[in-house]
């Protein structure tokens, strides 16, 4: 935990120093989204980890700068809901940020990641807090990108606290157009190995998947729509592979 906290903390000193360096561009919006997920998921999880369907609003946003670029999101789910609701259908709060600090040109950069999860159904609170840190390349080009990475990873929730493996992971993405039609494909996969054992016990073994596929028609430059896939196998506390569509709206400031 020491070796985390002397990260986040020199991460703090750094970055707004950097992010006074020159502004190259980014965005930001607000999404609406419904997360349906397979009646097998639904199913098979009914007695431990509750994947019920839920919609959630989503604020989003990332930056580009001459040091780097940062991405992040806050999800709000089952906002319709009480905070106390029975497991699956109890308000959660999620949030994610990372970090991409540039190391000179040679297209390797420092690769720092943060994600959170919380919630309290019938009042009992649970978490889940990840941290990386490790290296990504990014690999861009006329109107794609791939960005991996390689990280350690730390975990911190309910059950677990301690090192916790590794990830390799990246987001890639490819922008065409269909007549007078703009779209795009992008893709988000993490997969962890060598997981501590008394994390491995409740998440399906010593490795895991996570990550979605995206289909994204930017109807207007203010408005986007899209359908995702998403997947997970040994990981969200469970065993086996568990799967859904999201269907989101967003709308660009």
Avoid at 82 to 91: D, L, M, V
Avoid at 142 to 151: C, D, Q
Avoid at 198 to 227: M, R
Wanted: charged residues 20%.
């Amino acid at each position: 935990m020491k070796k985390i906290l002397t990260l986040t903390l020199s991460s703090l000193l750094i970055i707004p120093t950097l992010i006074h360096a020159e502004f190259k561009g980014g965005f930001a919006d607000i999404g609406l989204h419904y997360l349906d997920w397979t009646s097998d998921t639904t199913e098979k999880t009914s007695k431990k980890s509750h994947k019920d369907d839920f919609g959630y609003l989503e604020l989003e946003g990332g930056a580009n700068f001459s040091w780097g670029e940062m991405y992040g999101f806050f999800d709000w789910e089952n906002f319709y809901n009480g905070r106390h609701a029975k497991p699956g259908s109890e308000q959660r709060y999620t949030f994610k940020n990372t970090n991409r600090i540039y190391l000179g040109d040679t297209g390797l950069n420092l690769y720092l990641h943060a994600y959170g999860t919380y919630g309290s159904p019938h009042r009992a609170n649970f978490h889940d807090d990840m941290f990386l840190y490790g290296l990504g390349y990014n690999f861009t080009g006329n109107g794609y990108w791939f960005k991996p990475f390689f990280a350690k990873r730390y975990t911190d929730q309910t059950y677990y606290t301690g090192d916790n493996g590794y990830v390799l992971g990246w987001v890639a993405g490819y922008s065409f157009s269909l007549g007078s039609e703009n779209f795009s494909v992008t893709n988000w996969n993490e997969y962890e190995f060598d997981r501590d054992a008394s994390y491995a016990a409740g998440n399906g073994g010593k490795d895991g998947i996570n990550g979605a596929v995206a289909l994204w028609w930017n109807a207007t430059p203010h408005l986007t729509a899209g359908v995702q896939y998403r997947y997970a196998d040994n990981k969200l506390g469970e065993s086996f592979l568990q799967d859904g569509i999201i269907y989101s709206i967003k709308y660009l400031f």
